[in-house]
């Protein structure tokens, strides 16, 4: 893998998607990055690169944090974007997060290729024009089988073993490069997570349109704890967990480069910096997960899904309602 130049701030979409792209494929270049194999190692070596190459500074003393437990061995990779004011250097990071490994046989371009582009594009931005706080930028080894869940999942072991701070907040990103396979919503992008803090919702009814995107919320115990959020959410730190779901090329040798949304994925990089600035900005004091967020719930439903909720048979009006229409779309979506 070579590690491409950073140029300057993206003047519009196409720069971004471009940026995004080269990445997406550099990542992609060998079958699959599963732990331990030459992909996984070459996946890591262009992201330590990139990492360096944008400007970041290491979570430590170095970008690599490895670790092993049962004669195998994992490394995270870790890397801070100072904040603005060199005053608030010691206050509680905002942490942005994806995995990097792949299950075997599946060059993982949407499943986490495009998670990682995306991170890496809001840490060059985070670079050039730094947030109100620190934002640690993390690439977690091990996300996938056998070792979701785990012990030695890399976003588990960071945060129990490897983090020398406490996080204000954590933002996960899981397959968030395609488009919903259902008709009418393919530029949605779902998150969970925004019932941990009041604040958070404060940011989500905060956001301005970003065309090209579009956002619907829910709890997160309609799907579980999909992805590196899990960690976060068990230890109560506030989080925001985005993904655009499963689909018929989650997990497949078919999960290649050309199949990634690219105009939604340079959409999803301006709402990831936008999520990530006006966290950073908050104040997050609770209650965790203490409140009713059921008329936001609705709002970016009916916003977002349209003449989709006609088809449902729901007028969505309460928490029932929105119970319907999520076992919907998660039947029809394949979440």
Not at 11 to 32: F, H, K, P, Y
Not at 157 to 177: C, K, M, N, S, W
Request: with cysteine; glycine share 6%.
């Amino acid at each position: 893998m070579t590690t491409p130049d950073d140029g300057s701030t993206p003047d519009d979409r196409s720069t971004t998607a471009d940026r995004l792209r080269r990445d997406v494929e550099a990542l992609c270049a060998v079958r699959d990055r599963r732990v331990a194999s030459p992909g996984h190692d070459a996946a890591r070596a262009y992201l330590v690169a990139r990492y360096a190459a944008i400007g970041l500074q290491p979570y430590g003393d170095a970008f690599e944090l490895p670790y092993a437990e049962d004669g195998l061995r994992f490394t995270n990779l870790v890397a801070l974007a100072p904040a603005a004011d060199a005053s608030v250097v010691d206050a509680a990071p905002l942490l942005v997060a994806a995995h990097y490994d792949t299950v075997a046989d599946s060059p993982g371009a949407d499943d986490n290729a495009t998670a990682i582009a995306i991170a890496l594009e809001v840490a060059r931005r985070l670079a050039e024009r730094p947030a109100a706080r620190p934002v640690v930028i993390a690439q977690f080894d091990a996300e996938e089988p056998p070792y979701f869940h785990s012990r030695v999942m890399g976003s588990t072991y960071f945060h129990e073993r490897q983090a020398h701070t406490p996080f204000h907040a954590a933002i996960v990103l899981d397959l968030v490069g395609h488009a919903v396979p259902v008709p009418g919503i393919e530029d949605v992008v779902f998150m969970t997570g925004m019932e941990s803090d009041p604040a958070l919702e404060r940011t989500v009814t905060g956001l301005a349109p970003i065309d090209g995107v579009r956002v619907v919320t829910a709890h997160n115990r309609y799907v579980g704890d999909m992805s590196d959020h899990h960690t976060f959410r068990l230890a109560q730190v506030p989080y925001l967990f985005l993904s655009c779901g499963r689909w018929a090329h989650y997990h497949a040798p078919t999960d290649t480069p050309d199949r990634v949304d690219r105009p939604k994925c340079a959409a999803m990089a301006d709402l990831v910096e936008a999520l990530t600035r006006d966290v950073a900005s908050r104040a997050l004091d609770g209650p965790w997960e203490g409140y009713d967020t059921t008329a936001t719930d609705i709002a970016t439903m009916r916003a977002s899904l349209g003449p989709l909720l006609d088809g449902f048979g729901t007028r969505l009006e309460s928490r029932p309602d929105i119970d319907r229409v999520v076992a919907l779309l998660l039947q029809r979506a394949r979440l």
